[in-house]
């Protein structure tokens, strides 16, 4: 199976911008899906697959991958921002399971 | 709009079985797409259970596996998780959601229901 690896926390002046990370060696051959988690709250979808937002995610959320290396961009954050946020990814041996990471808690200055 | 709602018991004792079931509206299982289950320990991630296609195909986490059983019933459009031998290592909030397939096969999960707590003690 794969491992996903996220930075537990990262710090962002509000209206600045903030890259999130998440390594594994599975984002050789698969795009990371993001998560945004509010405290009590489900996850929500915020990207998934070369670069999409679902609807109403906000366009100052963006994706981009590199190499074992998947990044969440927010450009401009927002108080409403913070949260913590999880990568996602299907596992790269071929059997179809699922890893999570292990989550970043995003706090806007 | 796809809403999806867990169900089951919030209290179950060591040893014995974890049941819950997610009832899907505004979608049929039927017409596609995989469903999964996902929990989250207290203060802590994310982690994948397992997830079922409508033909009944499952894939289980490996490190769960030996303990996990996900079925669907498309009659009632919803689909049940089972978990055996429950310790308090299990205690988390169960999530269901619906997952999708992107660009180069990538998976993600779209909609999610609102989580429900199952704790493990006696």
């Known amino acids: 199976s794969s491992e996903l690896t996220q930075d537990p926390a990262v710090s962002v002046a509000l209206g600045q911008t903030v890259r999130i990370t998440c390594q594994g060696d599975s984002l050789r051959s698969y795009y990371a899906s993001w998560y945004q988690q509010k405290p009590g709250q489900a996850p929500v979808l915020v990207i998934y697959g070369k670069n999409n937002r679902p609807s109403g995610i906000p366009d100052r959320f963006s994706g981009s991958s590199s190499g074992n290396t998947a990044s969440l961009t927010i450009t401009g954050a927002q108080a409403e921002d913070e949260a913590d946020y999880y990568c996602?990814?299907?596992?790269?041996?071929?059997?179809?399971?699922?890893?999570f990471g292990g989550g970043t808690k995003l706090t806007v200055l | 709009q796809v809403q999806l709602q867990e169900s089951g018991p919030g209290l179950v004792k060591p040893s014995e079985t974890l049941s819950l079931t997610c009832a899907v509206s505004?979608?049929?299982?039927?017409?596609?797409?995989?469903w999964g289950w996902i929990r989250q320990p207290p203060g802590k991630g994310l982690e994948w259970i397992g997830s079922i296609y409508h033909s009944g195909s499952t894939y289980y986490n490996p490190s769960l596996k030996s303990r996990v059983t996900i079925s669907v019933d498309t009659s009632k459009n919803q689909f049940s998780l089972k978990l055996s031998s429950v310790t308090a290592a299990d205690t988390a909030v169960y999530y269901c959601?619906?997952?999708?397939?992107?660009?180069?096969?990538?998976?993600?999960?779209?909609?999610w229901g609102q989580g429900t707590l199952v704790t493990v003690s006696s």
């Open positions: 959601a619906r997952r999708g397939i992107a660009a180069a096969g990538s998976y993600y999960f779209d909609y």
């Open positions: 505004g979608y049929s299982i039927s017409s596609g797409y995989y």
């Open positions: 996602n990814s299907r596992d790269s041996s071929g059997n179809r399971h699922v890893v």
